[in-house]
């Protein structure tokens, strides 16, 4: 089966008849193309702060990595997130909050914020670029303003995951240096650091899964043979991927001390360290082995099923069903339709209600295997509108002996049960050229 975008002029009649609920599409694609605030009024705890306006203090002579700048952005007080979905058809559902690094000082935005964004984007996953709050707030914690902003963020993206075409459940935080301390925090403390603002606050702001780049003050700094009070893992902690290098300047110790601790309550937990490689390279390749981490990440998401998408069992469906067909089996065809009098099938002008009702109009139409011939799906895409609704737009072609036809379908699917089911079926015929 070929699977790909349809072209334009071979869907225009499909994309007609299905107008209404690509009209939910749209809207989907549309909502938060600007910065999304993350707080409605003022963040908690800066009710009296004042800072400078917020700039990128990057100068012309400022260190470059890899030979190229760094946006350094400095005084944030309007945290926000950036949002980088994924082409059209391409989503997983899979989505990751970014938090960039800068010691909690700066922010390393592109090198280790929206440069990060892309990279997930191109792999179907809707990334969030968390612009937190820095410097760190005088007379608290150094990661308090960044992790409460982390955990806002959190709920902001499971409460609006719907809109996103999101899956709740498969929402991880990925964090550099000074933001790995507020990925990380942000993963495996269970207490809400804020007083709930609004219904966002009313869902869970834990990750579902945490990657953290050379993640930086996660040990007592006392004594850097155990993790820092704050650090609080539990079996209830979410699975890591870590990565550091020994010659970091900012202690490998934290990643080593924090895998060992999510091994030791039963979290799975992947720790890559390096012998060199410093600290500060995001995913700038050069050729040091450690900016190869993108790679084992991406194996790693692979593993835990974070990169297939829910369109995958659609395509099983399909693929599933143009077997049924070509070998003459039309209760095999008809077992992904759901039987419910609910069910509608419009094919030649003629609407068929419920299941019964369209398997007899089957058997009637191809009462034999010769007479069903050999169909192909083509140009097919695939649509997720939320959690348990899908749209599925393509092509069909049918030989039967000299015969050709060919002609266009929408299916309308639905999850029943945990099995996506037809529940609508639309074909049309292709006039013959």
């Not at 790909?4 to 499909?14: F, K, L, V």
């Not at 400078?52 to 100068?59: A, L, Q, V």
């Not at 902690?237 to 934290?254: E, G, K, N, Y």
């Not at 058997?363 to 169909?375: D, W």
């Given at each position: ?14 994309l ?25 009024a ?9 800072l ?8 012309a002579d ?60 191109a ?12 410097p760190?707030r ?77 993640p930086?003050y996660?040990?007592?700094p006392?004594?850097?043979t ?43 937990a ?14 700038r ?7 190869g981490?993108p ?14 998408s ?7 469906l ?29 094919s ?14 089957y ?13 192909t799906f ?6 997720i ?49």
């Open positions: 089966m070929s699977i790909h975008r349809p072209r334009r002029q071979r869907a225009a009649g499909i007609r008849s299905a107008a209404s609920v690509l009209c939910v599409l749209v809207c989907q694609t549309l909502w938060g193309q600007q910065p999304i605030p993350l707080w409605p003022t963040p908690p705890g800066d009710s009296n702060l004042q400078e306006e917020e700039r990128d203090t990057s100068g400022a260190g470059k990595v890899a030979g190229r700048p760094v946006i350094r952005l400095a005084n944030v007080s309007q945290p926000t997130l950036e949002v980088f979905p994924p082409a059209a058809g391409t989503g997983n559902g899979t989505a990751v909050v970014i938090c960039p690094g800068g010691g909690h000082r700066i922010l390393a935005y592109d090198l280790e914020g929206t440069e990060v964004a892309r990279w997930l984007q792999r179907g996953i809707t990334a969030f670029v968390l612009k937190y709050r820095v760190a005088p007379e608290r914690p150094r990661w308090e303003a960044a992790v409460q902003d982390a955990q806002r963020a959190m709920s902001l993206v499971r409460a609006s995951a719907e809109k996103w075409s999101i899956d709740p459940k498969r929402i991880g935080i990925l964090g550099f240096s000074a933001g790995g301390q507020t990925a990380a925090l942000a993963a495996v403390r269970e207490d809400r650091l804020y007083e709930s603002v609004d219904e966002a606050d009313l869902v869970s702001m834990r990750p579902d899964f945490a990657i953290l780049i050379y930086a996660l040990v007592d006392s004594d850097q155990r993790l820092a009070q704050e650090v609080t893992v539990t079996d209830k902690s979410p699975p890591m991927f870590l990565v550091h290098t020994w010659d970091d300047p900012v202690t490998p110790q934290s990643s080593l001390l924090l895998a060992a601790e999510l091994r030791r309550v039963g979290v799975p992947e720790l890559h360290l390096f012998d060199r490689g410093g600290h500060g390279y995001g995913m390749a050069t050729d040091l082995a450690v900016t981490w790679r084992l990440c991406e194996r790693w998401l692979q593993e835990g099923n974070l990169l297939q829910p369109g995958s069992s659609i395509t099983a399909l693929e599933r069903q143009q077997a049924a067909w070509n070998r003459g089996d039309i209760e095999a065809f008809m077992s992904d339709y759901w039987q419910s009098d609910d069910l509608t099938f419009s030649g002008g003629k609407i068929t209600r419920g299941f019964q009702g369209t398997l007899d109009r058997r009637q139409r191809y009462p034999t295997a010769e007479r069903m011939g050999k169909t083509s140009d097919l895409e695939i649509r509108l939320d959690d348990t609704n899908a749209l599925v737009l393509g092509r069909w072609s049918l030989e039967r002996g000299e015969e050709k036809m060919e002609g266009n379908f929408s299916l309308v699917l639905r999850q029943i049960e945990g099995q996506w089911k037809i529940i609508h079926d639309h074909t049309s015929l292709l006039a013959a050229e």
